[in-house]
């Protein structure tokens, strides 16, 4: 099993151009999120999907869009994006049954700069 | 919401041990995690802790858990220089199965 996996590891984007995430899991999970962590601030959601078909706001979900394409696939879309987005983008997915630890796995994240 | 606080950096000797602390404001909160990130990856869950318990331990890991004060920590017996990361704590509140995670402690270990 791959677990969690995230495409690019790495991009730099100008000021203004769009680009799309992806992140695919393969434990047969029903939740899947969007975190993106920078320095200092530890990690907060942007999006987060309960089940396939259903997507949720986050923490901090403007200048970004999400679609959950099947259940094994989330992704995250920066239509124009701004330096306030330079940040460590990471896609996590969990079981969510209700009533257990609810544990999530963590992709190896993206490193997105945007200049 | 829940909020999650924990200071920001932690230096041990190796062999020694570290403790790493954490206060949560949500006395609902029914799990509270304890993730690790090594460097350039993603979190790994390290243990977790449900409310109803008082203490957890897993081989060199204990963890506490002080309701009441809403205070939880992370013993590492015989750090070793592989614990080297950052520690993230994180709380579940009742009826949210979305955890709060708090800003990371980064445990340096040194020789």
């Known amino acids: 099993n791959a677990g969690v996996t995230q495409t690019p590891k790495f991009q730099v984007l100008k000021t203004g151009q769009s680009m799309t995430l992806q992140c695919a899991q393969d434990m047969n999970h029903n939740s899947m999120y969007w975190y993106r962590q920078d320095p200092g601030m530890g990690l907060r959601l942007i999006y987060y999907s309960a089940s396939e078909g259903t997507t949720d706001k986050g923490e901090v979900p403007n200048g970004y869009n999400v679609s959950r394409l099947n259940k094994r696939e989330f992704s995250l879309r920066l239509e124009s994006a701004a330096p306030s987005q330079t940040s460590v983008y990471f896609c996590?997915?969990?079981?969510?049954?209700?009533?257990?630890?609810?544990?999530?796995?963590f992709g190896p994240g993206t490193r997105l700069t945007v200049l | 919401g829940e909020d999650v606080e924990q200071s920001l950096f932690l230096s041990v000797r190796e062999g020694d041990s570290s403790v790493i602390n954490c206060t949560y404001t949500d006395s609902s909160s029914t799990y509270l995690y304890w993730y690790k990130q090594e460097p350039g990856a993603g979190l790994q869950l390290l243990t977790y802790i449900f409310s109803n318990m008082d203490m957890k331990q897993d081989q060199r890991l204990t963890v506490l858990l002080n309701k009441k004060d809403k205070h939880l920590s992370l013993r590492i017996a015989d750090t070793q220089t592989g614990d080297s990361a950052i520690y993230f704590c994180?709380?579940?509140?009742?009826?949210?199965?979305?955890?709060?995670f708090g800003r990371g402690t980064s445990l340096i270990v040194h020789p």
């Open positions: 996590a997915s969990s079981d969510h049954p209700s009533g257990s630890d609810n544990e999530q796995f």
């Open positions: 994180a709380g579940r509140s009742g009826g949210s199965y979305i955890p709060t």
